[in-house]
C-alpha cells in the first residue's frame, strides 16, 4: 500500500525555523521526484518545493527561493523541508507527494495527509 506520512509541523515565531519530514513506503519512493506543496484556509493548494529521485535537481516556487531547502535521504525513504525565516504568510498546511519532477499537481500521484505549520507574528 502506497503511503506518505508528514511530520515537523507545529507553531513557531516570525523568523523562527522548522523542519518537516515525510516518511514514504519504499515503493512510493522508488516512483522518482517527491515534492512540497501547501494549502491555506480559503485557498489553492500551492506548489512549495520539489527534488529528483537523485537530489541532483531541486525546484523552488519563488516565494520560498533562499529561505526553504528540500533534501532526501533515499536510505530512509525520506524527503525533508527545512523551512528558514519563517512568515505569518507560510501558515498552512504542509503536504509531501510523489510523482515527476514539476510544479504542478497533476504532475504527483501519491499525497500525504498533511501537517499543518503556523507562524504568528
Known amino acids: 500500500q502506497v503511503q506518505l506520512v508528514e511530520s515537523g509541523g507545529g507553531l513557531v515565531q516570525a523568523g523562527g525555523s522548522l523542519r518537516l519530514s515525510c516518511a514514504a513506503s519504499?515503493?512510493?519512493?522508488?516512483?522518482?521526484?517527491m515534492g512540497w506543496f501547501r494549502q491555506a484556509p480559503g485557498k489553492d493548494r500551492e506548489f512549495v518545493a520539489a527534488?529528483?529521485?537523485?537530489?541532483?535537481?531541486?525546484l523552488y516556487a519563488d516565494s520560498v527561493k533562499g529561505r526553504f531547502i528540500i533534501s532526501r535521504d533515499n536510505a530512509k525513504n525520506t524527503v525533508y523541508l527545512q523551512m528558514s525565516s519563517l512568515k505569518p504568510v507560510d501558515t498552512a498546511v504542509y503536504f509531501c507527494?510523489?510523482?515527476?519532477?514539476?510544479?504542478?499537481?497533476?504532475?504527483?500521484?501519491?499525497w500525504g495527509q498533511g501537517t499543518q505549520v503556523t507562524v504568528s507574528p
Open positions: 519504499t515503493r512510493t519512493f522508488s516512483s522518482g521526484a
Open positions: 527534488i529528483n529521485w537523485s537530489g541532483g535537481r531541486t
Open positions: 507527494a510523489a510523482g515527476s519532477l514539476g510544479s504542478l499537481l497533476s504532475e504527483y500521484h501519491y
